[in-house]
C-alpha cells in the first residue's frame, strides 16, 4: 500500500499534433520534488480558425495560475478543493467570454477542461467535456470522470433500451460535446469532492480525446506492459502507438502520466528521474484593435506547456463519488 505521509510522483506530459492542420490541445503540469502534492491541467480546443488554439491555452493558463497561486497550503487547499476547482473553472471561462468579447474572429472558440489534482494518496478533479481521466489498476483501465459527449448520451439510450445501437453508433452528432468551456457559463461540471484513495502500483493518465484513436484494451496493455518504465517512456510509447495507426483524421493528442510512489517501501525500484516540468505557457496575448474514432473536422488544439513525446527518453469504468 501507498503511505500517504511519503508519496512522491514521477509525471511528465507529452503532445502530439496528429494529422490535424493546428495544434489545439493544451497541457501542462507542476509536481514539486519532495511535496507530495502536485497537480496537471489539460484542455482540447475547439473552434478551429476562430482560434481554438487559443481557447486552450487561456483555459490551461488560467487554471495552472490559480492552483499554482493556492498550491503554497496544500492543507487548505484540499480543505476547500471544490470550491477552488470551481472557481478557477469559472475564471477561465469568464477570460474565454472576455477575450472573444474583443475578437470577433474568435467567437464560437471553447476548450474542453481536465485537471486532476493530488495530495499524496488523494486524487481529486475537475472537467468538462470529454477529455478522459483513467486509473489503471491491476490491470484494469477505468475512467474516472464523466463523459460529456452525445457518445456516452447515445449509448444509456442503448443501455436502457430506448434506441438501436447500430442507429447510435452511426449517429451524425455522435461525438459531440455537451459540456466545453466557452465564455458563456460552463453547462455541466464533474467536480471531485471525495478523493479517490491511490494504492500502490497505480498510474493516473489524464488525456485529450485523441489518444482515444487508441482502443482502451491496447492503452490498457501499454500501461500493463510499461508498468515499471518512467512516466516519459510511458508517454512516449502510447504516442508512438498513435503514430503507428497512421489514421487519416487523427486528431491532436495530449496526455499526462502520473504515477505515485513510496520512496521507503521495500522492493521499491529506483525511483525514476525527476520529470521536467515546465512553466506554463503565457497567456494569450491580449485583444488587439482593429476501431478509430475519426473526428471528422470537429476541431482542430496548441502545446502549452510541453514538450513533444519525441522528446521522451526512449527505452525499453464508470465516474462514482465512493472512493475507487
Not at 514521477?10 to 520534488?33: K, Y
Not at 464523466?146 to 455522435?174: C, T
Not at 506492459?225 to 486528431?251: F, K, T, W, Y
Amino acid at each position: 500500500m501507498l503511505h500517504s505521509a511519503e508519496i512522491e510522483y514521477d509525471a511528465a506530459t507529452a503532445i502530439s499534433q496528429g494529422r490535424r492542420e493546428r495544434q489545439e490541445d493544451a497541457v501542462a503540469a507542476d509536481f514539486p520534488v519532495g511535496t507530495g502534492t502536485g497537480f496537471a491541467v489539460l484542455a482540447d480546443g475547439m473552434g478551429g480558425h476562430a482560434a481554438g488554439d487559443i481557447a486552450s491555452r487561456i483555459v490551461v493558463t488560467e487554471v495552472f495560475s490559480e492552483l499554482k497561486l493556492q498550491a503554497g497550503d496544500p492543507a487548505a487547499l484540499e480543505q476547500a478543493i471544490g470550491a477552488v476547482l470551481q472557481q478557477a473553472a469559472n475564471g477561465a471561462d469568464a477570460c474565454l467570454g472576455e477575450y472573444a468579447s474583443h475578437q470577433p474572429q474568435a467567437r464560437g472558440m471553447g476548450a474542453t477542461l481536465l485537471a486532476p489534482v493530488l495530495f499524496c494518496d488523494r486524487l481529486y478533479w475537475i472537467s468538462a467535456g470529454d477529455s478522459p481521466l483513467y486509473l489503471f489498476r491491476e490491470g484494469r483501465l477505468i475512467r474516472l470522470n464523466a463523459d460529456h459527449s452525445m457518445a456516452s448520451e447515445l449509448d444509456g439510450l442503448v443501455a436502457e433500451g430506448r434506441m438501436d445501437a447500430a442507429e447510435a453508433a452511426s449517429h451524425p452528432d455522435r461525438h459531440c460535446v455537451t459540456s466545453v468551456l466557452t465564455g458563456a457559463g460552463i453547462p455541466r461540471i464533474d467536480c471531485r469532492s471525495v478523493p479517490v484513495r491511490l494504492q500502490a502500483g497505480d498510474i493516473v493518465l489524464a488525456a485529450s480525446d485523441g489518444l482515444q484513436f487508441l482502443p482502451e484494451a491496447e492503452i490498457a496493455a501499454v500501461l500493463a506492459a510499461e508498468s515499471l518504465s518512467p512516466s516519459a517512456r510511458i508517454g512516449a510509447v502510447l504516442m508512438q502507438r498513435l503514430e503507428a495507426l497512421d489514421a487519416p483524421e487523427q486528431d491532436n493528442a495530449a496526455l499526462c502520466v502520473i504515477k505515485p510512489f513510496d520512496p521507503r517501501a521495500a522492493g521499491q525500484s529506483a525511483a525514476p528521474a525527476p520529470a521536467q516540468h515546465p512553466a506554463p505557457a503565457q497567456p494569450a496575448p491580449p485583444p488587439q484593435t482593429p476501431a478509430p474514432r475519426p473526428r471528422g473536422g470537429r476541431r482542430v488544439v496548441t502545446l502549452l506547456a510541453s514538450a513533444t513525446w519525441r522528446a521522451a527518453p526512449a527505452a525499453s469504468q464508470t465516474k462514482t463519488d465512493a472512493p475507487v
